[in-house]
């Protein structure tokens, strides 16, 4: 099994009225030139969590952090004018906070962060700001979620 130390978040960047599949987004990554999804996880809009990729095998989900990172993509993240939007459902935040906390469990001390959190600090404040990231994936701020470990009782 590959070393873990990172849980990213992503969103499909797809809009909230629109569904993408699973066999979508596979499509979507093949036509990319990846060899399949490149993410672990995916969550639909009802809450449904997909394992697209198996964990031992290496992500391609965020470049320079793949081998050591697990991902996980919920369906959307554009609101209906194609901006970025946190468009997750209440299933799928539930969804997700369920697997992030299965997958602490078995990876413990891994850091949960998003796409957008691995964007390079182009001006070396050691603090990545909106104005550097790459791409707002996954929309929403995941250090503001609950997705810290959980303290062992």
Same mark, same amino acid.
């Given at each position: ?12 960047? @797809? ?33 449904? @969590? ?16 793949? /081998? ?16 970025? /939007?946190? @468009?997750? @459902? ?64």
């Amino acid at each position: 099994m590959r070393k873990i130390s990172l849980i990213v978040i992503h969103c499909s960047a @797809t809009r909230e009225d629109k569904e993408l599949t699973a066999f979508d987004l596979d499509t979507m990554h093949r036509r990319r030139g990846f060899n399949g999804t490149g993410y672990h996880y995916y969550i639909r809009k009802d809450g449904t @969590t997909l394992l697209t990729r198996p964990i031992e095998r290496i992500g391609a989900h965020v470049r320079g952090f793949n /081998a050591e990172s697990i991902g996980i993509c919920y369906e959307g993240g554009l609101d209906c004018r194609g901006r970025p /939007a946190d @468009t997750r @459902t209440p299933e799928q935040r539930a969804a997700l906070r369920l697997l992030v906390h299965q997958l602490q469990a078995k990876f413990p001390g891994c850091r949960v962060c998003g796409h957008r959190d691995l964007s390079p600090d182009r001006n070396g404040n050691g603090e990545i700001e909106p104005e550097e990231w790459i791409k707002a994936c996954p929309c929403f701020e995941v250090k503001e979620e609950s997705f810290q470990e959980q303290p062992s009782i």
